[in-house]
Structures are given as structure tokens and as C-alpha cells.
């Protein structure tokens, strides 16, 4: 199959984005399909576009991986020059329509927020993973949470902060502060000290004009992914300092992580359950990834988020779990195509 995969893009995970592309299409390229980088910013500014799969692009030579800090997205608009407005770099809309598949490498903002999911709806692009409601309802951590409470499943108490409008509204520490949209730690803050409590506010409120502020729940975090009707093993996430925030997501030998978790049977299923049930909550489809906190006080297991494109890096989660129950990485890309396609069958 000729297959674009389609990663970058002007979020803050856009190095995230590139790195899970590039591993996806050497994945795909080992089980015989033409799949060729794109990204979805930058685009493919050239006349023969027609041609794009037949040629000897490829935009690997791009990718450079993933710092400490997430990257410059004002460099990345420069790099686009005159043709800076809009998401859909040149001719990024035409080479995914003439594809057999795209798969969305995409991280945060529009690329999992269902934008980019409902425009390739409407034009009838064939896409991996989540549809658009799902991806708009999942990327948002205020609709996630009273989704959550609605259907019964158990996460912190918060509030929820908008720039001009309530921004100066108090909430009890230690709690969490994070941007609502945002992704892999991205402006997020655990506060245990009520002087830090501003200083995290504004750093929240620098990539977006909605904050949410939770509870901090003390206790073992977790992600269990989700694969088609099947719930993957957990894994154990244990940071060597602070917490899973960016740096420590992305550099080696900053975090242990542990899958399958040491847990008891009891535990493994009721974790397992509850992810199923925020998978279908939010409205997700294909595949995800959803973090728990197991609190260390009443035993429970609280939904943190869901994510709906998980990273696919050599470091991310996902794959760590499916390679627990025999899923290589080639495999893993291959199951998610042929999961995705059953959509349009």
C-alpha cells in the first residue's frame, strides 16, 4: 500500500510527532508497504506532487528527535516562509487523498484534537485511529473529566480556570495544574506549596486560555493501552526525579518503567476495566492509552486522561505494552491499519 505517514505539525509535541513518524514508516517499509513521512505543517512544496510516491523523497533526513524542552514553534512558521497560514502545508490534502492509507502520527493540538479527523472525513481520506468526536472529546480534559464523572468512573476533583474570566480562582494544594488540550506534560505543574500556586497558573495559561487545577492524588501511576476489543497489560511509570513530565517522557534513563506491572490479579483487572471503560466513555476507537494514578490512600484506580493517538516512539508506552503480549512494533503498525480500515468496510 502507498501509506503517507503524517506527523509534525506547530504543537508542542511536534518533535514527538516526527519521532513516532519516522518509526512508523521503517515499520512499514519491513512489511512491504511504500510509506513515506509527511509533514502536515511543512507539506510538499513541489509541482510534481502527482508523483510523490514514486520519487525518492523522504523526510527522515528532518528528523533530529526529541529534546529536553519542547521545540520552537515560531521557527518551525519560519521555515514555511510566505505560505505560513493555515494547518495543511502545500499539497498535504492531495498526496493523503491519493494515498491507499494515512496513518496519524500526529501529537496534540489539531493533529488529535479531531480537526484534522473531521477534515479528512469530509474529504474521504482513510485515516488510522479515533474519529473526530472522540479525538475532540479525549483532547479535552475538562469534557474527559465530567464524561468520566457522568459514567461513574473515578478521577480527582477540579476546577476549571478560563483567562479573564476566573483565572485568579483559588483551589486547595497540593494539586496539579495543567494546560486543558495539551499533551506529554507539556505547562504542567504539581504544586505542594500555596506560593508556587500563581507562578503555575501563568505557566499553564502561556500555551492555552483554559486551565484545569485537580487534586494531586498520592500514589502509583500507570498506563494501560487499549488495542481493537483487547486491553493491554499495565505499565508501571516510575520517574528517577520529580514527575512524568517532558524530559523524563523522552530522555533516556530518566524514568523506569515496568510492564507488566507488579500488581496483584485483583488490581490488574480492575485497572483494566476501568480503562475499557474510559475508552468507551470518551468515544475512542482503534486504540489508546489511558493513565491512572493507583491511589495509595483508598486503593482506587483514578483516570488521569486518555490519549488517542499514543506516541509511537522508541520510548513510548504503547508498544512497550503490546511487545508484553507478542506484539512487536511491525506487528503493532500493521494491526493498527487493518483495525482502522474495519471503519471504512
Not at 483508598?298 to 488517542?308: C, H, Q
Amino acid at each position: 500500500m502507498n501509506i503517507v505517514v503524517l506527523a509534525g505539525g506547530i504543537s508542542t509535541e511536534r518533535d514527538v510527532s516526527l519521532t513516532s513518524g519516522q518509526n512508523v514508516v521503517n515499520a512499514l517499509r519491513k512489511t512491504g508497504n511504500n510509506a513515506v513521512l509527511l509533514d502536515v505543517y511543512l507539506g510538499y512544496d513541489h509541482d510534481d506532487w502527482r508523483d510523490f510516491f514514486s520519487q525518492s523523497t523522504d523526510a527522515l533526513s528532518a528528523v533530529s528527535g526529541i529534546g529536553t524542552d519542547d521545540p520552537s514553534i515560531d521557527a518551525v512558521k519560519a521555515a514555511r516562509g510566505a505560505a505560513a497560514d493555515g494547518f495543511f502545508g502545500p499539497n498535504v490534502l492531495n498526496i493523503c487523498r491519493m494515498a491507499d492509507f494515512t496513518f496519524l502520527a500526529l501529537h496534540g493540538e489539531d493533529g488529535e484534537n479531531g480537526k484534522v479527523q473531521a477534515c479528512f472525513d469530509l474529504l474521504g481520506i482513510q485515516y488510522t485511529g479515533t474519529g473526530c468526536l472522540g479525538s475532540a472529546i479525549a483532547m479535552n480534559k475538562y469534557k474527559s473529566k465530567q464524561i468520566m464523572q457522568a459514567n461513574g468512573i473515578t478521577n480527582a476533583d477540579y476546577i476549571v480556570l478560563r483567562k479573564g474570566v476566573n483565572e485568579a480562582e483559588r483551589f486547595p494544594v497540593p494539586c496539579v495544574i495543567k494546560p486543558s488540550s495539551g499533551g506529554s506534560s507539556v505547562g504542567v505543574s504539581i504544586v505542594t506549596d500555596e506560593a508556587d500556586y500563581d507562578r503555575a497558573v501563568a505557566a499553564a495559561f502561556k500555551y492555552e486560555d483554559e486551565v484545569v487545577v485537580e487534586q494531586y492524588i498520592k500514589g502509583r501511576e500507570f498506563s494501560i493501552g487499549i488495542l481493537g476489543d483487547r486491553v493491554l497489560p499495565p505499565i508501571e511509570i516510575i520517574p528517577k526525579e520529580g514527575f512524568y513530565d517532558y524530559a523524563n517522557k523522552y530522555q533516556p534513563g530518566m524514568t523506569e518503567e515496568i510492564c507488566p506491572a507488579v500488581l496483584t490479579e485483583a488490581q490488574t483487572k480492575a485497572g483494566q476495566e476501568a480503562a475499557m471503560a474510559v475508552f468507551k466513555a470518551l468515544g475512542l476507537e482503534v486504540y489508546g492509552r489511558v493513565d491512572f494514578i493507583l491511589n495509595e490512600e483508598d486503593g482506587l484506580f483514578y483516570a488521569l486522561e486518555a490519549n488517542s493517538l499514543p506516541g509511537m516512539t522508541g520510548m513510548s508506552l504503547l508498544p512497550q505494552e503490546a511487545a508484553a503480549i507478542g506484539i512487536g512494533y511491525e506487528a503493532l503498525c500493521a494491526e493498527i491499519i487493518a483495525l482502522s480500515a474495519q471503519k471504512y468496510q
